[in-house]
Nanobody
Framework: QVQLVESGGGLVQAGGSLRLSCVASGRTFSTYTRGWFRQAPGKEREFVAAITWSGTSTVYADSVKGRFSISRDNANDTVYLQMASLKPEDTAIYYC????????????????WGQGTQVTVSS
């Protein structure tokens, strides 16, 4: 059974940092794109960042570019999202996900999803 388990969310003040982690189990995703999406209350799920299987290519949403950094550890089937200079508008549930395509930004292109981890940024 495939599982993606996120961790690292929490409450942080504006300007602070958090690092999210997502561990995969049940099968290996070392050759898949790994990504992060987020969903704020009353809003649609939106793309945040993605990284190719090799880690050599990444893509970010404009809203997080320069503040967030995605990385991966294929040996441990883990993907990370380092978030800095957090803003209240970054408050959302963050989901990690996996795609067989290279760097898609549409949620429909992703195959597996975690349960999400809450990130709350206070002003």
């Amino acid at each position: 059974q495939v599982q993606l388990v996120e961790s690292g969310g929490g409450l942080v003040q504006a300007g602070g940092s958090l690092r999210l982690s997502c561990v995969a189990s049940g099968r290996t995703f070392s050759t898949y794109t790994r990504g992060w999406f987020r969903q704020a209350p009353g809003k649609e799920r939106e793309f945040v960042a993605a990284i190719t299987w090799s880690g050599t290519s990444t893509v970010y949403a404009d809203s997080v570019k320069g503040r967030f950094s995605i990385s991966r550890d294929n040996a441990n089937d883990t993907v990370y999202l380092q978030m800095a200079s957090l803003k209240p508008e970054d408050t959302a549930i963050y989901y990690c996900t996996v795609a067989s395509r290279a760097l898609p930004t549409a949620a429909t292109s992703y195959d597996y999803w975690g349960q999400g981890t809450q990130v709350t940024v206070s002003s």
